[in-house]
């Protein structure tokens, strides 16, 4: 055929939409699940990257910033647990 093994394609296309990738992430999560139309679905990843980002400033010995982020994130996290 005149193509090595494993060449790359010209054809290739990495670009992401993520609108049109939000959407069917939201389909796929209401069918899959059974969720309402009208039931908003919230990112989950949010608390946990914020966490971890404060648990590495711990973990650097920087106590004192560390204690004012995981406090802000108490604080938000209560004023919105969803």
């Known amino acids: 055929m005149g193509v090595d093994p494993f060449a790359?394609?010209?054809?290739?296309?990495?670009?992401?939409?993520?609108?049109?990738?939000?959407?069917?992430?939201?389909?796929?999560?209401?069918?899959?699940?059974?969720?309402?139309?009208?039931?908003?679905?919230?990112?989950?990843?949010?608390?946990?990257c914020a966490f971890c980002a404060r648990y590495e400033l711990w973990e650097l010995g920087q106590f004192s910033d560390a204690r004012l982020e995981f406090e802000d994130l108490r604080s938000a996290i209560n004023a919105d647990p969803y």
């Open 8 to 48: 790359p394609s010209s054809a290739t296309n990495l670009s992401v939409d993520l609108n049109v990738e939000r959407k069917d992430a939201d389909s796929w999560m209401r069918l899959t699940f059974g969720l309402p139309a009208g039931q908003i679905l919230r990112p989950v990843a949010r608390p946990r």
